[in-house]
């Protein structure tokens, strides 16, 4: 059983070609519910069921997992057992008729664009890795790239002289996001001032680099701006992900189109970009619930 996970992971990487933490959480997932299945005895995927199935799902919600986590579960069972099916494991895919739990639509946390300058002001632009850290915040808010896609950046990615930069979203599709004056400034000086100070070693082509001269990661990006909102007195919690969900939403409030967000964000379904437009909404109430008088 074991073996038919790791050649569907396989699948997952090659052929379909997911992002690492969506196909980490599949493998998670699916050695969860492998587990499950011991328990009961069962040895292999032939011999499950729609029932097995139902069953564990309930079994996770008992255990008081949200619905999106179950969402997530549901989806990974459900690939996996389309996968088995093409691959002659099983006869019949049982989740074919198992529906995905509703979930409500939470939104998703902005910063007010006077929160945003704050933030942007915090990093010493006089030191390498404050110029490399205003860069950072910069780009995301200029750009909204996620940080996954901003920390995958190559020098050769960026076109200053035109103004965007070349990334790759999920499923390994490019797409080219504009870069605005302020950034773009900061990117020229960083590269020309404080990148080589930072590199360690010839020939590397990331972009953005830590203390070690490698490729800066995910987890570093997400400390530094933790760090920095801090020092801003922002007492809400930040991410990395907060700056793209302010970069659409004050996209929107300034009149852009939703399908020109859509494409700047990388998003497959508008409906995903749609959300910015209710938090917009939910901003023009609040401005009208406080300035009018009969409000």
Known sequence: MRWSIEQFLQHLVVERGLAENTVSSYSGDLHRYMQFLTQRQITSWKDTSKQDIMIYLMELKKQGKAPATISRHLAALKSFYHFLLREGEITEDFTVDLETPKLAKKLPHVLTTEEVDM??????THKPTGLRDKVILETIYATGLR???LVALDVDNLNLEEGYARCLGKGAKER???????ARHYLAAYLQSARGKLAKKQGEQ???LNNHGSRLTRQGCWK???KYARQALIRSTIT???????FATHLLENGADLRAVQ????HADIST????????TKRLKEVYDRAHPRA
Do not use: F, N
């Not at 933030?119 to 010493?124: A, G, K, M, N, T």
């Not at 990395?240 to 302010?246: E, M, Q, V």
């Not at 494409?263 to 990388?266: A, P, Q, R, T």
């Open 273 to 280: 970009t749609q959300i910015y437009t209710h938090l917009t």
């Open 119 to 124: 933030l942007l002001r915090q990093p010493d």
């Open 263 to 266: 494409e700047m964000l990388g």
């Open 206 to 208: 990331a972009l953005l």
């Open 240 to 246: 990395p992900h907060t700056l793209r969900h302010s």
């Open 224 to 226: 530094i701006i933790k």
């Open 147 to 149: 940080v996954s896609e």
């Open 176 to 182: 080219i996001v504009p870069v605005g004056s302020v």
